[in-house]
């Protein structure tokens, strides 16, 4: 009879031993985070977690998606940076969050159907698959635009990356998908 008790609690043991690495209780997933903190001036960037000085580029890479191990890319626009009016088309994404966050200036800022002016020390928070957008709405905005996603991906720092460098890509592997124009700066002056 002992024997036969062993034998079943040996048994009935092994499923316990083959998940032992894991732990069940726990929602934080293991991830490896930077050795070492940084500080990045105001005349630089980190695209692709390489620390740069820049000369004349549109955005900046303030927190690059390698440097969060892909939990979070931070980029912002440069002053004086914005000198024609406008922005990107309504759109969303589909596996990231997004917070705006003025630094300086004015912007308008659309999640849905409202439209909001954003002045220095808003934000805005953009839930995943929220249509949404932004627009400068005056000539040579001396304004900066701070634009935080969660979780990182390294396909939307790359399109930050073209967008930089002055160029504006037709299209992006960038998790997001255009579902309708830029704001009408005319229709939103009118009201």
């Given at each position: 009879?002992?024997?036969?008790?062993?034998?079943?609690?040996?048994?009935?043991?092994?499923?316990?031993?083959?998940?032992?690495?894991?732990?069940?209780?726990?929602?934080?997933?293991?991830?490896?985070?930077?050795?070492?903190?940084?500080?990045?001036?105001?005349?630089?960037?980190?695209?692709?977690?390489?620390?740069?000085?820049?000369?004349?580029d549109?955005?900046?890479?303030?927190?690059?998606?390698?440097?969060?191990?892909?939990?979070?890319?931070?980029?912002?626009?440069?002053?004086?940076?914005?000198?024609?009016?406008?922005?990107?088309?309504?759109?969303?994404?589909?596996?990231?969050?997004?917070?705006?966050?003025?630094?300086?200036?004015?912007?308008?800022?659309?999640?849905?159907?409202?439209?909001?002016?954003?002045?220095?020390?808003?934000?805005?928070?953009?839930?995943?698959?929220?249509?949404?957008?932004?627009?400068?709405?005056?000539?040579?905005?001396?304004?900066?635009?701070?634009s935080?996603?969660?979780?990182?991906?390294?396909?939307?720092?790359?399109?930050?990356?073209t967008?930089?460098?002055?160029?504006?890509?037709?299209?992006?592997?960038?998790?997001?998908?255009?579902?309708?124009?830029?704001?009408?700066?005319?229709?939103?002056?009118?009201?």
């Open positions: 009879m002992k024997r036969r008790n062993f034998i079943t609690a040996t048994l009935l043991s092994i499923p316990a031993f083959s998940f032992a690495g894991f732990n069940f209780w726990s929602n934080k997933t293991v991830r490896t985070t930077p050795k070492k903190g940084f500080l990045i001036r105001a005349n630089e960037s980190r695209f692709d977690g390489v620390q740069k000085t820049m000369t004349s549109l955005l900046r890479c303030v927190i690059s998606n390698k440097d969060s191990d892909g939990q979070l890319l931070m980029g912002s626009t440069m002053p004086n940076a914005l000198q024609r009016k406008g922005g990107p088309p309504l759109h969303i994404h589909k596996t990231q969050e997004e917070v705006f966050f003025v630094l300086s200036g004015e912007f308008l800022i659309q999640i849905g159907d409202e439209i909001f002016t954003a002045k220095t020390g808003d934000a805005a928070f953009i839930p995943r698959g929220t249509p949404h957008t932004f627009a400068n709405p005056i000539e040579n905005n001396p304004g900066s635009l701070i935080i996603h969660f979780p990182g991906s390294n396909e939307m720092e790359s399109y930050f990356k967008i930089a460098s002055g160029k504006f890509p037709e299209e992006s592997e960038a998790n997001q998908t255009d579902v309708g124009p830029p704001i009408d700066l005319d229709a939103v002056k009118k009201n």
